[in-house]
């Protein structure tokens, strides 16, 4: 994988993202050339058309990652790849027609937009139907050595065996552990040169999977495995690189104080989210109050009660603030506490179930970003009851509230809607990545994944 701002990318991902950007941008000049022939024009040189050419390319391309047509599933399906790229490249050639109407003259060639759209949509599935073995193969996975067959060594296995994976285990090392899980595994004692074997296997990273090392670490072999340029790594952070998540079941104090992650720099990220997030809001609050006002009248008019839902949550270091979102349930809702939301839930108003699948009831939360209580990117701020009780049962779940809470976050497009304490720890192991990693760039990926979210809202509730 390549690690770009502290988020890991996989090498096969980026080097499909950037085939596919040159690929729209043969697109559009081929669509430019067409055009121009069509009418008697001379196309000119290209070197006079490579600013729109970059820039039409650039967002397609991003309207690709919105949609997630780099997504595992989008890697492995042709046919679900062909899907998501026709709704990715009709959303970005709308946009490219809108930026063209807002600044007229020379921008994009809105008269070559069609054209661009079919030969992308043809030059991109052909694309992936070329690509589509190759990205399920070998070629593109990382070879892994396992030291230790016992329970976290079947894991990393289970994980491996996934069509999405970016490693293949090559090889199981047995340690002395009290129980084998993995049969196949070579015990220690059967190989003589370590560093040699590795090397023999192409070998490019170790992972510990041990359950105790304590007095059980080969160090000399790992030194020797090291110094030839084979990566080692420990469980848990193998584990947090692979699934974008912090593993509760295996990590420990130690490894969040001693990994890498909640560095100093994060003060710039801080600044720099800041500044997003007031300026977006104060647009996104212009762009979007005649929505919330319409849908405020017609909640009114659906259901006996407020047009608006205001409750308390928990916010940065503890603190509780005032959430308002459209009311989407019976004002009676909450007359026995609160409680999660359940599939089909029948609080839940006619007009609410619609609100709920578009997130137009999430407008609201847009002022309590202005005001500086909540995010647009961040964990999702939960009613101190509910805190108090996960705290007991969940661990490390206080240090979700080290970063402001969200509208939309790393867990909320990783992991669909949950209502019980274990969807809650599983979405907490995706907070404490988010926490531990979090970046302008990581807030950019989750703002663009967000429009998957609502485009196939798999998880509303």
């Not at 669509?31 to 040189?45: E, L, N, S, T």
């Not at 065996?161 to 009290?178: K, Q």
């Not at 997030?277 to 006996?304: E, G, N």
Request: hydrophobic share 45%; charged share 25%; glycine share 6%.
């Amino acid at each position: 994988m390549i690690r770009l701002f502290k988020h890991y990318i996989p090498h096969a991902v980026m080097l499909l993202g950037l085939l596919d950007f040159g690929l729209l941008m043969f697109a559009s000049e081929l669509a430019w050339k067409v055009r121009a022939a069509q009418i008697g024009m001379d196309p000119g040189p290209i070197d006079e058309r490579w600013v729109p050419l970059i820039g039409s390319a650039a967002v397609v391309w991003i309207a690709m990652i919105s949609v997630g047509v780099y997504g595992p599933y989008a890697l492995r399906s042709l046919r679900f790849a062909s899907a998501r790229l026709l709704v990715a490249i009709s959303l970005g050639i709308i946009a490219l027609a809108t930026i063209d109407w807002v600044l007229p003259g020379d921008t994009f060639w809105r008269s070559t937009l069609l054209y661009s759209m079919g030969f992308a949509v043809v030059v991109l599935v052909f694309d992936r139907a070329l690509l589509n073995s190759f990205l399920g193969s070998s070629a593109f996975r990382r070879r892994v050595m396992v030291l230790g067959a016992g329970d976290r060594a079947q894991r990393l296995r289970e994980l491996g065996d996934r069509p999405e994976a970016g490693f293949a285990i090559v090889s199981y090392i047995a340690m002395s552990e009290p129980e084998r899980r993995v049969e196949e595994a070579i015990p220690r004692e059967a190989i003589h040169d370590l560093g040699r074997f590795v090397e023999n296997l192409g070998v490019s990273e170790v992972v510990l999977a041990l359950q105790e090392r304590r007095n059980s670490l080969p160090l000399s072999d790992l030194l020797r495995i090291k110094t030839k340029g084979v990566h080692v790594n420990d469980f848990s952070s193998f584990l947090e690189r692979e699934t974008g998540r912090v593993d509760l079941d295996t990590v420990n104090p130690s490894w969040l104080i001693f990994s890498d992650g909640f560095s100093s720099g994060r003060v710039f990220s801080s600044a720099v989210k800041r500044i997003f997030d007031i300026t977006a809001s104060i647009i996104l609050l212009l762009l979007t109050f005649p929505i919330i006002a319409l849908f405020a009248m017609i909640v009114k008019l659906d259901s006996k009660g407020p047009a608006f839902f205001k409750q308390e949550r928990v916010g940065l270091y503890g603190e509780t603030f005032h959430l308002i979102k459209l009311r989407s349930m019976r004002t009676d809702a909450e007359k026995d506490g609160s409680k999660w939301a359940e599939e089909n839930d029948p609080r839940i108003t006619r007009v609410g179930r619609f609100i709920r699948k578009v997130r137009i009831d999430e407008l609201p939360q847009t002022w309590s970003v202005l005001k500086g209580e909540m995010s647009f990117v961040g964990p999702r701020p939960e009613v101190p009851k509910f805190v108090d009780d996960l705290q007991e049962q969940i661990p490390f779940y206080q240090e979700r509230h080290m970063v402001k809470p969200g509208i939309t976050g790393w867990a909320q497009i990783n992991y669909p809607y949950g209502a019980s304490i274990e969807d809650s720890r599983k979405k907490l192991e995706y907070d404490l990545y988010y926490a531990k990693n979090y970046t302008p760039f990581l807030d950019l990926v989750i703002l663009l994944q967000t429009v998957r979210v609502i485009l196939w809202p798999e998880g509303a509730r």
